[in-house]
DNA sequence: TTTCATTGTGACAAAAGTTCACAATGAATT
DNA sequence: AATTCATTGTGAACTTTTGTCACAATGAAA
């Protein structure tokens, strides 16, 4: 028996009678670190090449719990910003059939199953979650699963199985289509940040350089961020100020209406 | 045999085997009527109350084919914008035994297939579409399904089948917020309009009053809409001249990076 | 003590958005 | 035939927002 086919398809655990087969959420988690926007790409098995964090969803399970609960399993956090942005249907996008032989062994059989009880079309939701890096290297979860995985830089993705590379691309638009909309950077940042640190995100998730002065202008007019009194220190130069997102301050933005595009 | 039964479910034609029978496609049609945004809502049956127009997907199918497929058998048109906005994916959203048991007939044995044929769970792809209602008056196609429909104002929305009322407001929240990014209000009139008339569909989707001068001069500055040398006859005072939506106009705007928002 | 990259801030100009006003228009009314 | 009147195109004046530039403040590193 194949045991990493049998996890690949039970989801760690879950047995094959509990999924919904022809049912799938695919995670594109966001982070930036070192100066780059990346993803978190997994590799399940060693005969696999890499892929989206994603699975089968439950019976009865709602699709965003789904998707909370695959990046639960990779990152140990409960709680991470997510967004389903696009449903991949494409009837050849992925194959069982094609799946099993590609593993070159006994096929479907492990799973004491015939091949036509599988789906011929499985469709994956797709879903884009943003986290800070620095608060997943403080995580230590026991439920996390262990598995091979890098984060890859967006402007380096290797070659992926399936359609995963057009996934990544069609979840960057939405990232920064999202980013015009609400001013949801600060959920890869940490709870306090300086503006350079806020402007910095924003041109690494837009690709392009920002003017300083106007940007903290236009910050600081949509009134969402909270100016506290400490500043960043151990820095060689002029302490920036900390700010902090003001969740009520952001309501009453959003009810008069303010454009977050920058 | 209960024949109504056996279209709703057979899609017109389309042979049960055919179909996903767990994935469907729900369109949500706005149009502009009388001054207020309607949609087009259907009843394939006396006995069932009002819903979107919708179906399964064909096996083989494309979403996006079968969302149009799905539009022409009700308005003769071929090309229609969509966009698709959300997956509506909550488990118990529709059940084929409720569905069968609601028929208070001999159910399921129908389709000579036993309720246990049927998946638990099944999807909807929420597409919107827009349409301008003239053109629907001058189409005369011989596709055109017969079924009873109506073109409900978005306030006056009356109760639907399964979770139809909630797919139309998620629609609505999807439309004016695409309405943000993108022009699409072009998609509701005819292909010469006047600014004043613009100014109105933006007004009725956005279900708010704008200001006449600031409307034209923003319009104006975003460069997408050529002035003809034509204006508008038959008007009770100033003739209000014509304009058209200019293609490339529109993508240059788009990589300058134009907000479109009003 | 000096150097130096970075930050907060303000002056100024340019661009965009708002408000108001007025002449032009042409069917409807008298 | 003259008058009425709601609507339209446009421009002036003003406010707000954005873009550009400059400069002093800062504090670790040299």
Chains 1, 2 share one sequence.
Not at 10 to 21: A, D, H, S, W, Y
Not at 94 to 113: G, I
Not at 223 to 244: M, N, Q
Request: proline fraction near 4%; include cysteine; charged fraction near 30%.
């Amino acid at each position: 028996m194949d045991t990493d086919t049998r996890i690949f398809i039970e989801q760690f655990g879950k047995p094959i009678e509990q999924l919904e087969l022809n049912l799938s959420v695919d995670c594109v988690l966001f982070t930036v670190q070192k100066g780059c926007l990346k993803v978190l790409l997994t590799q399940p098995a060693p005969k696999w090449g890499w892929m989206l964090p994603g699975g089968f969803v439950f019976k009865n399970e709602h699709l965003d719990k789904s998707a909370q609960r695959i990046l639960q399993q990779r990152t140990g956090i409960a709680e991470i910003y997510l967004n389903q942005f696009k449903i991949f249907s494409e009837p050849s996008r992925f194959s069982f059939k094609d799946f099993f032989n590609a593993l070159d062994e006994e096929k479907a059989s492990y799973l004491n199953r015939s091949i036509h009880d599988f789906p011929t079309r499985v469709l994956s939701v797709g879903y884009f979650a943003l986290v800070d890096f620095k608060a997943l290297s403080r995580i230590h979860s026991e439920e996390t699963i262990q598995e091979k995985t890098i984060w890859a830089d967006v402007k380096k993705i290797p070659n992926l199985q399936f359609d995963h590379e057009e996934i990544i691309q069609a979840a960057l638009l939405a990232l920064r289509t999202e980013l015009k909309l609400k001013p949801i950077v600060y959920n890869l940042l940490p709870e306090k940040f300086t503006m350079p640190e806020l402007q910095r995100y924003y041109e690494i998730i837009l690709d392009k350089s920002l003017d300083r002065s106007s940007f903290q202008k236009r910050m600081l007019r949509w009134d969402i961020y909270e100016r506290l009194e400490e500043r960043r220190e151990g820095v060689a130069h002029k302490r920036p100020f900390l700010y902090r997102f003001a969740w009520e301050r952001y309501k009453l933005a959003c009810e008069k209406g303010v454009n977050f595009s920058v």
